[in-house]
């Protein structure tokens, strides 16, 4: 039961992201969504955070989401980035692009 609970919340968690993912990229970039969702810092640590899931399916949709923080980062989120400048940089210098990044990206 356990089991079955725990794939089931993985595979709504990948769904979600999903959907968030074409939402956020179907919406035109400095649209009041996109500048709403990415001026939040506590979703950029999440999407962080998603990049390293066990699920590749939950990393693929978190790395398409990742890029709209970094292209145009409003107040909020540019200080977090640079307060963790380092550790952001070695965190995605030790990604595997072949397996987790989508193939835009690689």
């Given amino acids: ?18 959907v968030l993912a074409r939402l956020l990229k179907s919406t035109c970039s400095g649209s009041a969504v996109v500048d709403k969702y990415v001026s939040d810092p506590s979703h950029l640590k999440t999407a962080v955070r998603l990049v390293i899931h066990k699920s590749e399916a939950i990393r693929r949709s978190a790395l398409a989401i990742l890029p709209l923080f970094l292209v145009n980062p409003p107040p909020s989120v540019l200080s977090l980035m640079q307060a963790n400048g380092e550790k952001l940089a070695s965190f995605i210098d030790s990604l595997d692009p072949p397996q987790c990044m989508p193939p835009a990206f690689v």
């Fill in 1 to 18: 039961l356990s089991l079955s609970l725990s794939l089931s919340l993985s595979l709504s968690l990948s769904l979600s992201l999903q």
